[in-house]
């Protein structure tokens, strides 16, 4: 069975004070990484999708990239509006048939303080 | 605009009664799912729907139903045998061929 989990569960970062979320995640066979941000009781909105170890994306302060075992959502020189939840989700195994299970982790809570 | 609308954003029940959460996609989606999010716990499949007609149970079914009668809308009703119904829950879609989930604005559900 997929698992994914990501740390630290809550993180607290001053204005322009860098730093990386973690997502790791064991799964049958890499088929790419999900990385969505969540604002307090809104849907999750989605950010990014890796699909092969090596691979970067960014937008705007966010930067993610994949590793075979984890993926890190890196902030650059954060601001208070980049406050919000950031889940990262494993797609399903299309192969698998049946059930297409996508398995979330339960998210890192930063808190950027001007 | 494309996107999935959920209705309404704040629900409240009293102990008991049964409630029922609209999910509805103009996306041309196959597959829609229900999740419950709760604190520290993050996204657990209540139902999924992967065509109309047909519906499977996810991770934490019980005391929940969904009907799939139209693509477009994936209705889930709270029933009162839910022990827990207080939530957020949140609905997405995904075309089949496909693995990115859209997700809807979500709907607050307070029992009393």
Not at chain 1, 74 to 85: G, L, V, Y
Not at chain 2, 19 to 40: F, I, K
Request: net charge neutral.
């Amino acid at each position: 069975e997929d698992q994914v989990t990501q740390s630290p569960e809550a993180l607290r970062l001053q204005e322009g004070e860098s730093s990386s979320l973690n997502c790791s995640y064991t799964v049958s066979g890499l088929r790419g990484l999900f990385w969505y941000r969540q604002d307090p009781g809104k849907g999750p909105e989605f950010l990014f999708t890796l699909y092969s170890a090596g691979e970067e994306k960014e937008k705007e302060r966010l930067k993610a990239t994949l590793t075979k075992k984890e993926s890190f959502l890196h902030i650059t020189a954060p601001k208070p509006e980049d406050s919000a939840t950031y889940l990262c989700a494993v797609p399903p195994d299309l192969n698998s048939g049946g059930y297409q299970k996508v398995t979330f982790g339960t998210g890192t809570k930063l808190q950027v303080i001007p | 605009d494309g996107g999935i609308t959920q209705s309404p954003k704040y629900l409240f029940r009293k102990e008991g009664q049964n409630v029922t959460l609209s999910c509805e996609q103009n996306l041309n989606h196959d597959a829609m799912y229900w999740y419950r999010q709760d604190p520290g716990q993050g996204l657990r499949l209540i139902y999924y729907s992967q065509i109309v007609n047909d519906f499977q149970k996810g991770d934490i079914a019980e005391g929940y139903s969904v009907s799939r009668e139209k693509k477009e809308s994936f209705p889930l009703t709270v029933t009162s045998a839910q022990k827990n119904p207080t939530a957020f829950y949140l609905c997405a879609s995904k075309d089949f061929g496909g693995t990115r989930q859209y997700f809807g604005p979500g709907t607050r559900l307070t029992v009393t």
